[in-house]
């Protein structure tokens, strides 16, 4: 089922997701909606925040990114990232490299608002997957950026957080019409 994608106001957004512990149906269930929702936005990435659920469950999927590659390793070993999309997330914690890159980001709970975010350019990935099953890779390139942007969703950090101060003032109109019309 698809839902309605959370904007930019409202106060779930900065809400840290609790710790998923069933794994469930209802967990099952609420991962296809975010799946359907991400794709019918045509979006790369999908927090549960951004549905309005509060937990560390996202979704992500840069199979369709032609333009900016991704690169995925599992167990030390490259792999095509296109074949181990989507990704589903729970509980993730993420190893930071030492390697920092600046690239574009958008938002879906932030419609017309692009930004440029310094992020790791690599980075180590330890999650569940659907059945609670321990789900390890490393990321570079857009998988890597897609992963820190969703994973910052979890525990409430949004991107606008991590944009320079002069890019933020920049974008001050169209983030308080975007709470306004939020409220
Ligand atoms: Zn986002």
Not at 97 to 119: A, H, K, M, Q
């Amino acid at each position: 089922m698809i839902r309605d994608i959370i904007i930019y106001g409202d106060p779930v957004l900065r809400t840290k997701g609790k710790s998923v512990e069933k794994f469930d149906d209802e967990l099952r269930a609420l991962a296809t909606d975010m799946l359907e929702t991400m794709y019918e936005a045509n979006g790369i990435g999908l927090a549960a925040q951004q549905i309005g659920e509060a937990i560390q469950l996202t979704v992500i999927d840069i199979s369709e990114a032609e333009s900016r590659p991704s690169q995925m390793w599992i167990n030390g070993v490259e792999v095509d990232p296109k074949e181990h999309m989507p990704v589903v997330l729970i509980n993730p914690e993420i190893g930071f490299g030492d390697e920092v890159e600046i690239g574009s980001e958008g938002c879906l709970s932030f419609p017309d608002i692009t930004g440029e975010i310094s992020r790791s350019a690599s980075i180590r990935v330890k999650s569940r997957d659907l059945d609670g099953k321990p789900v390890e890779f490393e990321a570079a390139g857009l998988l890597s950026r897609a992963v820190q942007h969703e994973t910052d969703h979890l525990n409430g950090i949004l991107f606008i957080d991590r944009m320079s101060s002069a890019a933020k003032s920049a974008l001050a109109g169209k983030l308080k019409r975007l709470v306004t019309e939020t409220g």
